[in-house]
C-alpha cells in the first residue's frame, strides 16, 4: 500500500508571516495564489468561532459568505467583491483581510504534475517553513487537523472555556 503524501500548513507561522511569497502552480490561471485558497479553508474550518447567527455572513452584501451545514463559513469566490465586510463584521479576527480577494484562488495539489517523491513548487517556496509536504496524520494532541483529504493543518484553535 502506497501513502500518498499530505500537505502541511503551519497557521501559527502563517499568521505571523502575513508576506506569503509561496508560488503555485495551478494549471488554471499563472496569477493563481492556492496557498491563500488553502488558508481560508483552514481558517473557517479550524479558527472560526462557527457563530450560530454569523455576523460575518450576514453583513456579506454579496451573498457570497455561506454558512454550512456543518456551521464552517464557505466563501464564492465568483460572488465575493472583497469588500471585506465579513473581516469588519467578524467580533473574534478570525478572519484575515488578506485571505479575502476579489481573484478566485485554488489548489488541486499539484495533481498529476508531480513526479515520484517530488513536493509540489509552494513547499520550496516558503521562506518560513510553513508549508511541507509528506506523511502528515491529524493529531489534535498537538494542534493538527485535517483539512479535506489532502491536507493536514497544525493551528491552535479557540476553545470556549467552562464558566466556573
Known amino acids: 500500500m502506497t501513502i500518498e503524501p499530505i500537505l502541511y500548513i503551519d497557521l501559527e507561522k502563517c499568521r505571523a508571516c502575513r508576506s506569503c511569497k509561496a508560488p503555485c502552480s495551478y494549471r488554471l490561471h499563472p496569477g493563481n495564489d492556492g496557498?491563500?485558497?488553502?488558508?481560508?479553508?483552514?481558517e473557517f474550518l479550524i479558527l472560526c468561532r462557527h457563530c450560530e447567527n454569523p455576523p460575518c455572513v450576514a453583513s456579506?452584501?454579496?451573498?457570497?459568505?455561506?454558512?454550512?451545514?456543518?456551521?464552517?463559513?464557505?466563501?464564492?469566490?465568483?460572488?465575493?467583491?472583497?469588500?471585506?465586510?465579513?473581516?469588519?463584521?467578524?467580533?473574534?479576527?478570525?478572519?484575515?483581510?488578506?485571505?479575502?480577494?476579489?481573484?478566485?484562488?485554488?489548489?488541486?495539489?499539484?495533481a498529476g504534475r508531480l513526479k515520484e517523491n517530488e513536493a509540489p513548487v509552494c513547499v520550496g517556496g516558503c521562506g518560513e517553513g510553513s508549508i511541507l509536504y509528506g506523511d502528515f496524520k491529524p493529531d489534535p494532541?498537538?494542534?493538527?487537523?485535517?483539512?479535506?483529504?489532502?491536507?493536514?493543518?497544525?493551528?491552535?484553535?479557540?476553545?470556549?472555556?467552562?464558566?466556573?
Not at 35 to 42: G, T
Not at 74 to 91: D, F, Q, T, W
Open 60 to 110: 456579506c452584501p454579496a451573498s457570497a459568505l455561506e454558512r454550512g451545514a456543518d456551521s464552517v463559513p464557505a466563501r464564492h469566490g465568483l460572488r465575493c467583491v472583497a469588500c471585506r465586510s465579513c473581516v469588519h463584521a467578524c467580533p473574534f479576527g478570525a478572519i484575515l483581510p488578506e485571505l479575502i480577494r476579489i481573484e478566485a484562488s485554488g489548489c488541486d495539489f499539484c
Open 35 to 42: 496557498i491563500a485558497r488553502l488558508r481560508e479553508m483552514a
Open 141 to 164: 494532541g498537538y494542534h493538527r487537523y485535517a483539512a479535506g483529504k489532502r491536507l493536514v493543518v497544525h493551528a491552535i484553535p479557540w476553545r470556549e472555556e467552562p464558566d466556573s
